[in-house]
Nanobody, 127 residues
Framework: QVQLQESGGGLVQAGGSLRLSCVTS????????MGWFRQAPGKEREFVAS????????TYSDSIEGRYRISRDNAKNTVYLQMNSLKPEDTAVYYC????????????????????WGQGTQVTVSS
């Protein structure tokens, strides 16, 4: 079992930045695929970014337009999502997710491939 806890969400003006954190109970992040997903009002939960494997292979959704960066600190068992140039359409609940072992291809992007989830952190971007 892996426990995840997100933090760092809040209210920010358009053009601003936030850094989300996901603290995990995983013994080693290298043994997991870690993903960020988001769910906006009236929309399905969508993939944002993932980081996986011993070398931290990264996958991003095209929808973020290069504005986000995922990273991890293995010593702190923490995954981060740096969000820059935020837009109102980025408003959503952001979720951290984990999958034992690495992910590849569509596996990294699929909600159903991640058995462990945090409770989410709200990001609201005002116009």
């Amino acid at each position: 079992q892996v426990q995840l806890q997100e933090s760092g969400g809040g209210l920010v003006q358009a053009g601003g930045s936030l850094r989300l954190s996901c603290v995990t109970s995983a013994r080693s992040l290298s043994n997991y695929a870690m993903g960020w997903f988001r769910q906006a009002p009236g929309k399905e939960r969508e993939f944002v970014a993932s980081i996986t494997g011993s070398r931290g292979g990264i996958t991003y959704s095209d929808s973020i337009e290069g504005r986000y960066r995922i990273s991890r600190d293995n010593a702190k068992n923490t995954v981060y999502l740096q969000m820059n140039s935020l837009k109102p359409e980025d408003t959503a609940v952001y979720y951290c997710a984990a999958r034992l072992n690495y992910c590849s291809g569509g596996q990294c992007r699929s909600v159903r491939e991640y058995p462990y989830w945090g409770q989410g952190t709200q990001v609201t971007v005002s116009s």
